[in-house]
């Protein structure tokens, strides 16, 4: 792998050690050293701490304000385009640390994948949509275009419905369709690593059951982050998840480890049981 | 049977209560917007009515015929409406780019603080009263054109191009501070959602933004033109007011260095004074008006239907 940084810097990759001293075989892909976000002088995420293996699903677990979205965007430095935000403490991807000012945000977004919460797809044809982003960074080939759309759609369940459409304009779509479309967009890059931002929170079963379906399908192949405020969906897909609470009006880690492990403390079940309470009454 | 008709009786009628006075509010809305419309109606109607004389003295001729001269009977309106486009089309292809490009620096680059503080300069520029542009263009463009046109065979400042340039330095606020809100106007998950693909901020712009608030900034652009088309004072007191100055062919640039006329500045000139005793002259006069109207009227609905289709998009 390249090295994120410019060229000018000559960015020298440092290693993950283990405490030992000994060089780490399992190195987190992406490791958070006391992260904390400020806007306005608020603050928003205090001290968050947190490794992800290479190839595993990380939940997110979370109330809504416990700045998990703002988590996700400060690992592909998307905070940056947000006005007087600050993020101190140190995210190291691949041994790197992204938040150092020469990173090239832009080569950095390319690896590391984004999937928001609510589809946006640009005005115009299915197909020019999924090359939006790789025909501008990586250049595609005129000849390779029909294939680059092909394998995108297909890795997004989307092929089989939409093959015949593929000249329509996106806005026609349903909202499922679109999120499905936004993943195809993301994986024509081919990123190492894909920040999913309550993807489904905006869709139907059916939709929200693909987009599972191709969060599995991920697996071993790339890293996922997956920010839910849906348990059974957690449950379902997640390798390892992080519970995250808020404490004096900031996000803090209150746990993090296998599901079961984060499910079985008391203190991120009594958290849990107020979500599901709160949605139940949204429910109702 | 009985007893029933005696309820029916007694229950109020439900059709057939509204008056002038039962609902005055209603009637207040509905009063004023038939008296703008109606304004409106009998502004235009007069026109035409008054404009009537010329029409059938020089039939469709008046609109492009080059010769105006009152003495002789002769009118065509066609050098005054030579001057206005070629003035208006100056002023819009110096200003739109200039101005679009400022409104991306704007929307797009500056901080948000620095931008708010801009948008204010911006359109306080827009509001300064247009004799005080004139007067601006009478002490600094008139000096610069005059020594500019010399090779070209000018001979002063007031000249066609003066007035193009005055009205760009005018019309620049204005297309600034509206393609900016067109700008603003696309969502910003658009732009968030195409830096997280990685695309950097040039290529958001041109790829995303632009694309989407282009049907609104050329509905600005439009905006802009009918105002230009439609500005009076600053024109007058630059562009030389000399009758006849129709190049021989219609894309020849040579009258641009030459002083001319348009409609707003015969119109605005003593001229009016003079016609309104003769019939004829005056229709002339009327004639002028009724294109400038015409002109503006549609200008400002294409700018306008090109805004809302660029709402409905973004």
Same mark, same amino acid.
């Given at each position: 792998?390249?090295?994120? %940084?410019?060229?000018?810097?000559?960015?020298?990759?440092?290693?993950?050690?283990?405490?030992?001293?000994?060089?780490?075989?399992?190195?987190?892909?992406?490791?958070?050293?006391?992260?904390?976000?400020? *806007?306005?002088?608020?603050?928003?995420?205090?001290?968050?701490?947190?490794?992800?293996?290479?190839?595993?699903?990380?939940?997110?677990?979370?109330?809504?304000?416990?700045?998990?979205?703002?988590?996700?965007?400060?690992?592909?430095?998307?905070?940056?385009?947000?006005?007087?935000?600050?993020?101190?403490?140190?995210?190291?991807?691949?041994?790197?640390?992204?938040?150092?000012?020469?990173?090239?945000?832009?080569?950095?977004?390319?690896?590391?994948?984004?999937?928001?919460?609510?589809?946006?797809?640009?005005?115009?044809?299915?197909?020019?949509?999924?090359?939006?982003?790789?025909?501008?960074?990586?250049?595609?080939?005129?000849?390779?275009?029909?294939?680059?759309?092909?394998?995108?759609?297909?890795?997004?369940?989307?092929?089989?419905?939409?093959?015949?459409?593929?000249?329509?304009?996106?806005?026609?779509?349903?909202?499922?369709?679109?999120?499905?479309?936004?993943?195809?967009?993301?994986?024509?890059?081919?990123? %190492?690593?894909?920040?999913?931002?309550?993807?489904?929170? *905006?869709?139907?079963?059916?939709?929200?059951? *693909?987009?599972?379906?191709?969060?599995?399908?991920?697996? =071993?192949?790339?890293?996922?982050?997956?920010?839910?405020?849906?348990?059974?969906?957690?449950?379902?897909?997640?390798?390892?998840?992080?519970?995250? #609470?808020?404490?004096?009006?900031?996000?803090?880690?209150?746990?993090?480890? #296998? #599901?079961?492990?984060?499910?079985?403390?008391?203190? #991120?079940?009594?958290?849990?049981?107020?979500? =599901?309470?709160?949605?139940?009454?949204?429910?109702? | 049977?009985?007893?029933? /008709?005696?309820?029916?009786?007694?229950?109020?009628? /439900?059709?057939?209560?509204?008056?002038?006075?039962?609902?005055?509010?209603?009637?207040?809305?509905?009063?004023?917007?038939?008296?703008?419309?109606?304004?409106?109606?009998?502004?235009?109607?007069?026109?035409?009515?008054?404009?009537?004389?010329?029409?059938?003295?020089?039939?469709?001729?008046?609109?492009?015929?080059?010769?105006?001269?009152?003495?002789?009977?002769?009118?065509?309106?066609?050098?005054? @409406?030579?001057?206005?486009?070629?003035?208006?089309?100056?002023?819009?292809?110096?200003?739109v780019p200039l101005g679009v490009l400022a409104a991306v620096f704007l929307s797009e680059y500056l901080p948000r603080r620095l931008r708010w503080?801009?948008?204010? /300069?911006?359109?306080?520029?827009?509001?300064?009263?247009?004799?005080?542009?004139?007067?601006?263009?009478?002490?600094? +463009?008139?000096?610069?054109?005059?020594?500019?046109?010399?090779?070209?065979?000018?001979?002063?400042?007031?000249? +066609?191009?003066?007035?193009?340039?005055?009205?760009?330095?005018?019309?620049?606020?204005?297309?600034?501070?509206?393609?900016?809100?067109? +700008?603003?106007?696309?969502?910003?998950?658009?732009?968030?959602?195409?830096?997280?693909?990685?695309?950097?901020?040039?290529?958001?712009?041109?790829?995303?933004? @632009?694309?989407?608030?282009?049907?609104?900034?050329?509905?600005?652009?439009?905006?802009?033109?009918?105002?230009?088309?439609?500005?009076?004072?600053?024109?007058?007191?630059?562009?030389?007011?000399?009758?006849?100055q129709l190049p021989e062919k219609w894309f020849s640039l040579e009258m641009i260095f030459q002083p001319g006329q348009t409609l707003t500045s015969?119109?605005?000139?003593?001229?009016?004074?003079?016609?309104?005793?003769?019939?004829?002259?005056?229709?002339?006069?009327?004639?002028?008006?009724?294109?400038?109207?015409?002109?503006?009227?549609?200008?400002?609905?294409?700018?306008?239907? +090109?805004?809302?289709?660029?709402?409905?998009?973004?």
């Amino acid at each position: 792998m390249e090295p994120i %940084e410019n060229q000018k810097s000559g960015g020298n990759p440092q290693k993950t050690v283990a405490p030992g001293g000994i060089e780490n075989p399992q190195a987190p892909v992406l490791a958070l050293e006391e992260v904390s976000v400020t *806007a306005q002088g608020k603050s928003i995420l205090n001290r968050v701490s947190l490794d992800v293996q290479p190839g595993e699903v990380f939940g997110i677990l979370g109330p809504s304000g416990a700045g998990k979205s703002t988590l996700l965007r400060t690992i592909n430095r998307l905070v940056d385009l947000q006005p007087d935000f600050r993020v101190r403490g140190r995210i190291l991807y691949r041994g790197e640390d992204i938040l150092h000012r020469r990173v090239d945000t832009d080569a950095l977004r390319v690896r590391i994948g984004m999937v928001f919460q609510q589809p946006s797809v640009f005005p115009v044809s299915i197909a020019e949509n999924v090359l939006f982003g790789v025909r501008r960074v990586k250049g595609v080939r005129r000849s390779e275009r029909a294939e680059v759309v092909e394998r995108a759609l297909r890795e997004a369940h989307l092929w089989g419905e939409l093959k015949d459409r593929l000249k329509d304009s996106a806005w026609n779509l349903s909202t499922g369709q679109q999120q499905r479309l936004c993943l195809a967009r993301a994986l024509a890059l081919d990123p %190492e690593m894909l920040l999913m931002d309550e993807p489904t929170s *905006a869709l139907d079963a059916r939709s929200t059951e *693909a987009i599972e379906d191709l969060i599995l399908g991920m697996r =071993e192949r790339r890293t996922v982050l997956l920010v839910t405020h849906n348990l059974e969906q957690a449950r379902r897909v997640t390798d390892r998840i992080a519970c995250v #609470c808020v404490r004096d009006g900031a996000g803090e880690i209150l746990e993090q480890g #296998c #599901c079961d492990a984060v499910f079985g403390n008391p203190a #991120c079940r009594r958290l849990f049981e107020r979500m =599901e309470d709160l949605e139940t009454w949204a429910d109702l | 049977m009985t007893r029933a /008709l005696a309820i029916e009786k007694e229950r109020p009628s /439900l059709a057939g209560t509204w008056s002038f006075t039962h609902d005055p509010w209603t009637t207040l809305v509905w009063g004023s917007l038939i008296l703008s419309g109606g304004l409106f109606l009998f502004a235009g109607a007069t026109l035409v009515w008054q404009s009537l004389p010329i029409w059938r003295h020089e039939g469709w001729g008046f609109l492009f015929g080059g010769e105006w001269f009152y003495r002789h009977e002769l009118f065509g309106a066609g050098a005054m @409406l030579y001057g206005s486009v070629a003035v208006a089309a100056i002023a819009v292809l110096l200003a739109v780019p200039l101005g679009v490009l400022a409104a991306v620096f704007l929307s797009e680059y500056l901080p948000r603080r620095l931008r708010w503080g801009m948008k204010v /300069l911006v359109e306080a520029l827009a509001s300064v009263p247009s004799v005080v542009y004139g007067l601006f263009g009478v002490l600094v +463009l008139r000096e610069w054109v005059g020594g500019a046109v010399e090779p070209f065979g000018g001979w002063t400042g007031d000249t +066609l191009l003066t007035a193009g340039l005055l009205l760009a330095v005018m019309a620049l606020p204005l297309t600034v501070t509206l393609s900016d809100d067109a +700008l603003r106007g696309v969502a910003q998950e658009q732009r968030v959602a195409v830096r997280g693909l990685g695309l950097t901020r040039g290529e958001t712009v041109l790829l995303v933004v @632009l694309p989407q608030a282009w049907p609104a900034v050329v509905g600005a652009t439009l905006l802009g033109l009918g105002r230009a088309l439609g500005e009076t004072i600053a024109v007058f007191l630059v562009v030389g007011r000399m009758d006849n100055q129709l190049p021989e062919k219609w894309f020849s640039l040579e009258m641009i260095f030459q002083p001319g006329q348009t409609l707003t500045s015969k119109l605005g000139g003593p001229e009016t004074h003079l016609a309104a005793g003769d019939p004829l002259h005056w229709g002339a006069m009327m004639g002028l008006c009724l294109m400038l109207v015409a002109i503006t009227v549609s200008c400002l609905g294409g700018a306008r239907y +090109l805004q809302g289709k660029g709402r409905g998009r973004a």
